[in-house]
């Protein structure tokens, strides 16, 4: 391993991801945790190695203020992991910013800009590479199932017309809030005004759908969304929910993205009780063209954790800003347009 | 796209895969081409856009004179195709770092060192880094399919125990050369005693093996490599060959990289005339398991094209020295050991 030493980390968040993360962080001889931040009344003042559910304490406790734990440990980075909204997200980016400390986020709204974020992306980008220190949005969904592996494979490709990714999540197997995200048990007509007042559903399609479009360096003329309840045609049964016939068992949740009025970007997310075969599927109708299948698709909220870890390096040691698929240097795409002589093969 | 402007390519090595690169090249508006070396008489003072097999000339004749083309056009990068083996390349590309000129070779001994190859990394990337420019060996295989591939998915995993990769490919469809690197047609005594001479098998193996290793932070203990003949049952025919029955129709060739006595790398590399079914299979025995299949496998020569161009941009962005897969940023493990409540579990 190039590692020069072990990195200092604070967490920020000390929910589902953030106490995954911060399990691998303790277990990670690569990491030291330094501080931790939240604003649970619950969680303050709790030892990291409890709150961990690790035998072992750790001598760090839980502090609601952010500015102090920042200046006292002096980190590296923050794993930041308190809410997906960029605008209630964005004084505590700003903070870390300003402690001049990097941050990686699993925020979905930091992962790419979508047209209505950018200008406080740019804010943010601005405020980073003036403090010298750098900023990501990441996780497995957005930041991996849906945009950093297909962006990865069109890497074999010398064109590509269309990209579709399917992931069907058996939403049975997923923690309560998720499963509560996805509608579980809900009415179905109150499921989709919930959904038009943005309550309910995935948050972060749009901006995989960004960040696609921007790694292919294709400009979207028009861009869909939609989600529609999963509705339950007898009675089940998950962990948290019981579900009758009629009620909500999960959702599906689509994004198209138009090019040349065609549909070039294609991302459909099923999430239900019960899916005949979960799995992650990436079509790239390209030269060559490419079917890649994850069997089983890949684990939710480990692999965001594991993710959020494995960027640390690349946080730390990458140039100020905000960064994304496209500013990170592991992809990187020369056609932005197929050549004529393609088009006819 | 975030282009600053056009590359300015020569091209180095006017075979197969160099006519492939250079035809994506011509049509790609992120390129200019500036130049082209090669040694065969027979290409020499011909026009590029001939080479090519285009209809409109380029204005740009192949020589012999690589000095003389380096210094004249004033690249940003060479695209090296010539030769598989490191010895034979170290003169040219010590030739393109001495000109101050980035590199992308897709000599397969300079994807990654071996024990026995390490020294001669060292000497180019030092010169490398005392000229300011960056080298990196890259292509499908080695370079993507059984190494950047399945490190780029332990992204996901929080610990891994074992990586396997397969890649099954029909010889049938392969170029001419392949098909002859494959034994095909031979006795399988002489494919034997040929391989024993390293005149026959698929060159890379082992450099994807010690790039994986080095990508998952693992010292592999002992090292073994296979190389087996596939024997036809009855007469095959491939577009360039005839085989009997009893003759060699293709090869298994296959690594192994070991670990507190396991076996924890398989690389298995199959390609023979008529396989059942041609596929890419990468099955990580980690937290959590994956296993990802590309359906058909990757086109190799389409797709190592592809690469050697997608790679401009960050060779010529990159850091000076010559860049592997661990020097590059977008693989980063944190995690050198399965922690021990992994194994439990």
Known sequence: MNRVSQYRVVFYGLGEIGIRALRLAIGCEGISVVGAVDTDEEKIGQDLG????LEQRTGIAVSANAEGVLSASGPDV????????????TPQIQGIVSAGVNCVSSAEELFHPRPDTHQQFEAIHEKAVRHGVSVLGTG??????????????????????SVKVERVVDAATRRMPLQRKVGMGLDPDEFIKLVKEHKMGHRGLLESMYSLAAGLGWDLEKVEEKVEPVVAKKRVRT???TVEAGQTMGMKHRGYGYRGGERVIILDLRMFVGPRQP???????GVPPIVVTVKGGIPGDDATASILIHSVPSVVDGKPGLMNLQRMPFIHTMFSQIPERSRVE
């Open 140 to 161: 497995v969904n957005p930041g991996y199932v849906m945009d950093g592996l297909p962006l990865f494979l069109t890497k074999t490709c010398e064109a590509v017309r």
């Open 279 to 285: 799995l992650d599927r990436i079509t790239i109708d």
């Open 239 to 241: 962990e948290f929910f």
């Open 50 to 53: 409890t709150l961990a559910g």
């Open 78 to 89: 923050v794993i930041h992991t308190t809410n997906s909204l960029i605008e209630e997200i």
